[in-house]
């Protein structure tokens, strides 16, 4: 049984940190991208970050570009979303989520597996 589970979220203030983890485990994921994405209230899922699990290869949103770090420790089975200079758009639910290798990163519909997500809340 495949599964993701994050955790790290929390009430931050703007201009804070925080790092999110994933813990992935149920199946090999060396030939998966595993990625962040995010929810806010009334809008549609979009996508943070992502990493490929061998490769090392990153991508990121533009908006996040520079604040947010996604990094992996492959004997943890474990990525992780390093979060800084939080600002108010930030607040969202945060989710982990794995594509096999050559599927489009920022499209959440090629991601097979997704986590439960964990609530980011960046306050003034």
């Known amino acids: 049984q495949v599964q993701l589970v994050e955790s790290g979220g929390g009430l931050v203030q703007a201009g804070g940190s925080l790092r999110l983890s994933c813990a992935a485990s149920g199946r090999s994921f060396s030939t998966y991208v595993l990625a962040w994405f995010r929810q806010a209230p009334g809008k549609e899922r979009e996508f943070v970050a992502g990493?490929?699990?061998?490769?090392?290869?990153?991508n990121y949103a533009s908006s996040v570009l520079g604040r947010f770090t996604m990094s992996r420790e492959n004997a943890k089975n474990t990525v992780y979303l390093q979060m800084n200079s939080l600002k108010l758009e930030d607040t969202a639910v945060y989710y982990c989520?794995?594509?096999?290798?050559?599927?489009?990163?920022?499209?959440?519909?090629?991601?097979?597996?997704w986590g439960q997500g964990t609530q980011v809340t960046v306050s003034s």
């Open positions: 989520a794995a594509a096999p290798l050559g599927s489009t990163w920022s499209r959440s519909s090629e991601y097979d597996y």
């Open positions: 990493i490929g699990w061998s490769g090392g290869s990153r």
